[in-house]
């Protein structure tokens, strides 16, 4: 069976995820109707998929059962966000569904990645996680300069001190270091890289994107997961790619990929075979010119899914496992 013809007898799960408290500017919020404006469920259902939206998410009231750590922005607001996502991001992954995460800023991945590398823990199988992005988002209260927890969910998914009880009670499914890798960075906080470099987080910046190629790069990601029978969470913030290719962001930084750097990149994870889960976020429609950032991401996902231009064998020739194996 081809991997096209596998998509066929799988199953996406689209969950909206209306944070925006976690960054410095209003807007990411909307994201998700963008990408449903943008033809999302179109798309994916156009490759062949079940696509089931789950409409987007809701949090109760905020919670206030705890001291709130200094120098983080929103802290209950986001506790609340986490807890609630991290709960639903695990009955996603464990419905036999491949969960795609439509935010909303960056800090979503605090309970998007918990609660499906909770999942696969359980099935023993390593969930690494490709952080493409401008930024490493590996800092902590006690490293941040802005407070703003977008900044935080990359440390904290990997255990870093600073955030012990946002979870309150709730598992908290942590993933080593060495299986995260970043790509696409370009703007590091001084004491954000002095962390990073302690706890030796791969990082293919702008200038190895540059040197090598995003093909050496990612293939390099592709092995490391492949020689631990791993799974692969993408966590995907529109600011990896060039303001001029994206401008609906809050954050965005001069220098980043192309258009058509991203969509190899995409490509190639496609024809892996790994991927297992997805996080959009900080796409900022009241930032976007006429829905671009938008339409440039649901094509995107499409390459990540298996859109290609022409039929050809994969380099890998992968046929997809079915979920939980």
């Not at 390593?126 to 969910?153: C, E, K, Q, R």
Request: proline fraction near 6%; glycine fraction near 10%; aromatic fraction near 6%.
């Amino acid at each position: 069976m081809s991997e096209a013809d596998t998509s066929k007898h799988q199953r996406i799960a689209l969950l909206g995820v209306p944070i925006e408290i976690g960054a410095s500017q209003a807007g990411p919020l909307m994201g998700p109707d963008a990408l449903r404006t943008a033809g999302i469920a179109r798309l994916l259902e156009q490759l062949g998929f079940q696509v089931d939206d789950h409409g987007n998410l809701a949090i109760p009231a905020v919670v206030n059962d705890g001291p709130v750590p200094a120098n983080t922005k929103f802290y209950d607001e986001v506790k609340t966000w986490t807890r609630a996502l991290s709960e639903r991001a695990y009955w996603l992954a464990h419905s036999g569904a491949i969960p795609i995460f439509m935010g909303g800023d960056h800090s979503l991945s605090m309970g998007s990645i918990n609660g499906v590398a909770r999942y696969w823990q359980e099935k023993g199988r390593p969930l690494f996680a490709l952080w493409v992005d401008a930024h490493t988002d590996y800092n902590t209260p006690a490293t941040t300069i802005t407070g703003n927890m977008h900044g935080m969910s990359a440390a904290f998914l990997c255990g870093e001190d600073g955030l012990d009880d946002l979870l309150g009670g709730l598992p908290r499914a942590t993933i080593p270091p060495d299986q995260l890798d970043v790509i696409g960075a370009r703007s590091i906080d001084p004491l954000e890289r002095k962390l990073l470099k302690q706890r030796n987080v791969s990082i293919a910046d702008m200038r190895q994107i540059d040197e090598f190629g995003v093909a050496v790069l990612t293939r390099r990601v592709i092995d490391r997961v492949r020689a631990k029978n791993g799974v692969l969470h993408v966590s995907f913030d529109v600011d990896f790619l060039d303001p001029s290719v994206a401008p609906g962001v809050g954050t965005t930084v001069p220098g980043g990929a192309t258009y058509r750097e991203a969509h190899l990149i995409m490509e190639l994870l496609h024809d892996s075979g790994l991927v297992r889960s997805l996080d959009i976020v900080e796409l900022n429609p009241f930032l976007d010119e006429r829905g671009r950032t938008a339409r440039v991401a649901v094509e995107l996902i499409g390459s990540l899914f298996g859109l290609q231009i022409t039929d050809r064998q994969t380099p890998t020739n992968a046929v997809l496992p079915e979920m939980g194996e």
